[in-house]
């Protein structure tokens, strides 16, 4: 299986960045690629997405999310549940191993296949094998730092880089 990433969101100013590193790794020890891009604009670039986890599973998550957001005009929430509704109860969904960190202006979500749906209580979120490194270092930066939403998710990256073995400093930002 193909794992271990890092992704992160950071709302600031008007602003929400979602940042995500580019190693694949496979099987936990060797890595595959190191620019693979994590990250991208849904539903005419009104919704960033990451996802951590199997590469292909989340290839498929990308698409039913986006289908639900077509199918609910943008709800981000709505869309959210009725992802993690479905992800939930189909058979074979359920097998797909994967988180997603979604955004747009007003939100920050996680959909995971356990059928939670997650928004943080702080205006940062990430996800993944870097996850709580790159946590920290936002919430730090954030709170004591003047930087830009965008400057403050790659910096948590790059943080997270420099202590995970599973993520690397080839940083991907969307920004909405």
């Known amino acids: 299986m193909f794992q271990g990433t890092t992704i992160v969101a950071v709302k600031k100013d008007g602003v929400t960045a979602i940042a995500g590193d580019g190693q694949v790794t496979f099987a ?12 991208r604009r849904l539903f005419g670039d009104k919704v960033v997405a990451g996802f951590a986890g199997s590469v292909a599973d989340a290839f498929t998550l990308f698409s039913k999310f986006e289908a ?3 199918q609910f005009q943008g709800n981000l929430p ?3 549940v009725e992802l993690a509704k479905e992800w939930r109860s189909d058979k074979i969904l359920r097998q797909l191993e994967a988180l997603l960190l979604v955004a747009d202006r007003d939100k920050i979500l996680v959909i995971s296949g356990n059928g939670e749906i997650i928004e943080p209580d702080e205006p940062v979120m990430a996800i993944g094998s870097g996850g709580p490194y790159a946590m920290a270092a936002a919430k730090a930066l954030y709170q004591h730092s003047d930087l830009s939403a965008t400057a403050i998710a790659e910096e948590s ?6 202590i995970c073995i599973f993520t690397n400093d080839r940083i991907t930002v969307e920004t909405i």
Not at 28 to 39: D, G, S
């Open 28 to 39: 936990e020890k060797t890595i595959m690629k190191h620019t693979a891009c994590k990250v």
């Open 68 to 70: 639900k957001l077509q």
């Open 157 to 162: 990256l790059k943080i997270a880089a420099s």
């Open 78 to 80: 709505r869309a959210a």
